[in-house]
């Protein structure tokens, strides 16, 4: 397992960050049937998270994963192949009803693009953009889909579903870019690729 896999502590450079539940791949249902796993194996925080994406382990799955053009083929590869996280906290169970922890965090999903420019263009949308709070940006295990890991503002006072609902309003009226709301729930799973060019806005330095 990796490093920042098994390191609990939730510490970087002498300060707390919240910490998010990571989960095994290659999980099988009692059928036999390759599934997500349930159990997570372990915790993250957002610095462990970049240097996961940033480092190797995921490398030989993202490249080959992008090679696979039948849809069917590729989501079974990803389930036998990629570490899954739920960024919303620390579960007992991949389920809302077994949240231990709530990070504070959120995953923005945006995928079904084209061509490598729109990635591209829609990272640095993401990477940019002083509203929605982004902490992690990195491309997806197809290559053709952005994920964003941003940070909840609770002076807004929304749960996690009416706050989701907002940025995905936002993303859609600013940008004309459709968030896939399956983020809209608290354990949703996300693959950890591979992605060299991972960007991360230093979390120990909020913004004033």
């Not at 490093?3 to 989960?23: D, H, R």
């Not at 940070?151 to 009226?173: C, G, H, P």
């Not at 459709?178 to 996300?190: F, K, L, P, Q, Y």
């Amino acid at each position: 397992m990796n490093n920042a896999i098994k390191n609990e502590t939730g510490t970087q450079g002498g300060t707390s960050l919240p910490m998010f539940s990571v989960y095994p791949c290659g999980c099988k249902n009692r059928a036999g049937e390759d599934v997500m796993a349930k159990t997570p194996c372990g915790t993250m925080n957002i610095m462990q998270l970049y240097e996961y994406i940033k480092g190797r382990e995921a490398a030989f799955a993202t490249q080959e994963v992008r090679r696979i053009r039948e849809h069917k083929e590729a989501q079974l590869f990803k389930l036998r192949n990629f570490r899954i996280a739920t960024f919303g906290g620390v579960f007992s169970k991949r389920n809302a009803n077994a949240l231990a922890t709530a990070s504070g965090y959120m995953v923005i999903d945006i995928d079904g693009l084209k061509t490598k420019a729109q990635v591209e263009d829609v990272r640095y949308i993401c990477i940019s953009d002083k509203r929605i709070r982004p902490l992690v940006v990195f491309t997806s295990p197809s290559g053709y889909g952005v994920k964003t890991v941003i940070e909840i503002d609770t002076t807004r006072n929304l749960s996690f579903k009416e706050y989701f609902a907002w940025v995905a309003m936002y993303m859609q009226f600013e940008y004309g870019i459709e968030v896939d709301r399956s983020g809209s729930d608290i354990c949703r799973a996300c693959y950890l690729p591979h992605d060299p060019e991972c960007w991360i806005k230093d979390p120990l330095n909020p913004p004033a």
